[in-house]
């Protein structure tokens, strides 16, 4: 892909773009990937401070993991995708939430920005000091399944949640 994308952190100065992504995902109907971008955001100054927050073991709630989360955007500054980045993994995250969550704008799908925002994502986890990495997409989610595959993901099981959903995990090595 000739086109320039970089994952960046999220900032008041992308503000308007986030809202528009945000409002573009809510107006699809389909459930928020990753979580965090379904969190309500117009009270943007305190969204940001949630996520800053997020990212180290002393801010967050008994049972969470601390996390990062970034945006992929283009040359032009349109945010294309979130990701969500797990620093370690607890019980739920292992067996069915792994280590990255991702998800690409409903308009922008389809153009390799899944692979791409995954391969950002996978340097930073490098930079987290991980040296492997469980990425998860449902069973039938045969686009992520590409993704994930794409990026170095070896089939390890399936994990069968509580609502009966099969999530397929995969293991990269970094």
Not at 12 to 25: F, N, S, V
Not at 35 to 59: I, K
Not at 104 to 120: D, M, N
Request: hydrophobic share 35%; aromatic share 10%; net charge negative.
């Amino acid at each position: 892909m000739a086109e320039q994308l970089a994952l960046v952190k999220p900032s008041a100065r992308r503000q308007q773009e986030y809202l528009a992504y945000y409002e573009e995902w809510k107006q699809s109907g389909e459930p928020f990937v990753p979580w965090v971008a379904g969190r309500e955001p117009h009270d943007f100054g305190a969204y940001l401070a949630f996520l800053a927050s997020e990212g180290s073991e002393e801010s967050i709630p008994a049972g969470w993991v601390p996390h990062s989360t970034y945006w992929l955007v283009n040359g032009e500054d349109k945010i294309l995708g979130v990701v969500n980045i797990r620093h370690r993994l607890n019980e739920h995250l292992y067996n069915a939430g792994g280590h990255i969550g991702y998800g690409i704008r409903p308009s922008e799908r389809r153009k390799g920005y899944a692979t791409a925002i995954l391969a950002l994502a996978l340097d930073k986890t490098r930079e987290l000091g991980l040296e492997r990495v469980l990425v998860v997409c449902d069973r039938d989610n045969t686009g992520s399944e590409k993704t994930i595959r794409g990026n170095g993901g070896v089939l390890e099981s399936e994990f069968t949640e509580a609502d009966g959903n099969v999530v397929r995990r995969y293991w990269i090595a970094l």
